[in-house]
Nanobody, 115 residues
């Protein structure tokens, strides 16, 4: 079983920055994906940034150049540095990790960007 513990998030003005963290524990495979998904009110959950254990990264077009995902494999922790935040970045941010035999979501952390 895999457990995710998220931290970070909050309320920030447009142009500001926030950092999200997500630590995984349990039966983590050496090869896995970790990342962040976002769900805005009335919208479907969508991928924001994903990083594999070897370090391959993908970003949503809307966050390229503003968000940076990174991970510490020794700590099974993924980070999302969010800069130049916009009101449209507002939403519930979920951490997710996928391995060969698991697909685990965190409980979500709220990010609100005021204009």
């Amino acid at each position: 079983q895999v457990h995710l513990a998220e931290s970070g998030g909050g309320l920030v003005q447009a142009g500001g920055s926030l950092r999200l963290s997500c630590a995984a524990s349990g039966s983590i495979l050496s090869y896995n994906l970790m990342g962040w998904w976002r769900q805005a009110p009335g919208e479907q959950r969508s991928s924001v940034a994903v990083i594999s254990s070897p370090g391959t990264i993908t970003y949503a077009e809307s966050v390229k150049g503003r968000f940076t995902i990174s991970r510490d494999n020794a700590k099974n922790t993924v980070y999302l540095q969010m800069n130049s935040l916009k009101p449209e970045d507002t939403g519930l941010y979920y951490c997710r990790t996928l391995g060969a035999h698991y697909d685990q979501w965190g409980q979500g952390t709220q990010v609100t960007v005021s204009s």
